[in-house]
């Protein structure tokens, strides 16, 4: 990533919303939007042509859709992290996204300092999830229980009941410190829940933590 600003590439079908998203980013100084596209080709072609470090995209689009344009993106310009910015709230959007290499998910009806956050995150190297959908990865809500049997196809591994909520906090997209408060413990431990848990299912990313999450079914698709 560039040393100063940050080089995002916007991509979404309606003008209006296009605009309103570029009058929030360049009020930022240390953003500098590289290139903007109504359709997911033209999308593509500015990615390759100009290298954004964030390419925020819309997932229903012309040309090719989000997920399509995501996993182009991510081939051809693998330096590029990709924001999903979307009106699609269910897991299986989430779920794709992820598999195509997106490490960033964020609604339209949110606030828009969430994808402000977004991007900060993913800068950071982290994974963002809107927090309307956290408390679904989270386990607020509804009860669930603390170790569902596994789907196929998942690694298995003996968690406890704190490594999962550690896990499933950091699909979410909380830092250690922010999970370290919600538990009462402390980061150092934190780190060491989590790093025992990634080391037992063989993770080494937030993202593959996040698949795994998705697959425990800790994000419903309802």
Known sequence: MSASRLRILLADDHPVVLAGIKALLVADPDLEIVGEARNGR???????????????????????????????????????????????????????????????????????????????????????????????????????????????????????????????????GYSNKTIADRLQIAVKTVETYKTRAMAKLGFHTRVEIVRYALGRNWLAED
Do not use: F
């Open 42 to 172: 033209a999308a593509l072609a500015m990615a390759v042509e100009r290298t954004p470090d964030i390419a925020v995209i819309d997932l229903s689009m012309p040309g090719l859709n989000g997920i399509e344009l995501a996993r182009s993106i991510r081939a051809l310009c693998p330096s590029c992290k990709v924001v999903a910015l979307t009106v699609h709230e269910d897991g299986a959007y989430l779920r794709q996204w992820l598999e195509v290499g997106g490490v960033g998910y964020v609604l339209k009806r949110s606030a828009s300092e969430e994808l402000m956050r977004a991007i900060a995150a993913v800068a950071a190297g982290g994974v963002y999830v809107d927090p309307a959908l956290r408390a679904r990865v989270t386990g607020q809500g509804s009860p669930k229980p603390a170790s569902p049997a596994i789907p196929p196809g998942l690694p298995d591994a003996d968690l406890s009941e704190r490594e999962i909520r550690v896990l499933r906090l950091t699909a979410a």
